[in-house]
């Protein structure tokens, strides 16, 4: 009687480890997500130029009948641009609360995805806009030129001007080999700001060297920055 309860607890761990093996299985059969939403934060059609590191600035995609929390956070790189992979479905795409060189907005973007979707434009409001960029290095190892900032939200005020140079392509507030912050006096509508910042102690330390300009807005958690520009 012994020897057939043992069998018996044998044959029940048994059925057990193969359903577990089956149900596990069954779990890891599931189709990974295979269409994307990608596209750019824009400003009447001009892209933003934004920190790419650190996750700093991201989006919120959201689907048609679930949890508002449980959203899929949608990542935004150094040129703006942006692209998430999921399940087709009806989406709500929206800025994350706060977060951006923007006017805080609680604009929606209504996405029905079939398949892939691409260039989409997310539309801002930014605090300031760049209208001009021509710094350049120059034979004496000097870092000159000028940028035009323009105030897009009338209440907006201007806190500081930071040049940024990095030994990589990455170039924010906090990837740089070089910072230099300009407190700056504002303008109505247009501030013209002259760039002259001697770089001789880090021209012979790297290969490759890029420079960014930010402007930071009073309030804002992030600034808004030129292109990428290879200065050697």
Known sequence: MRFYKIRILVLSSLIGLFL??????????????????????TYKGSPLYLKGTDEAIQLQLYQEGYDLNDHIPVYVNQEGKFNVKTFDGQYKLI?????????NQTDTLEIDLKGSLSDIN??????????KNDVELDNSKHLTGSI???KVVETA???????????TQFVDNQSNVYRE???????????HIDISEDLSSILEEHDNLYVRIGVQAKGADQALYTEVKKIK
């Open 20 to 41: 577990n093996f089956f149900i596990g299985c069954g779990k890891d059969n599931y189709s990974a997500p295979e269409s994307v939403i990608s596209g750019q934060i």
């Open 95 to 103: 800025t994350r609360n706060n977060n951006g060189p923007w006017e």
């Open 122 to 131: 997310y539309e801002v409001t930014p605090y300031f806009w760049i209208d």
């Open 148 to 150: 035009e900032i323009q």
């Open 157 to 167: 005020s201007l806190d500081y001007v930071m040049v940024l140079v990095s030994k």
């Open 181 to 191: 912050d300009m407190a700056v006096d504002e303008d109505d509508d247009i501030t």
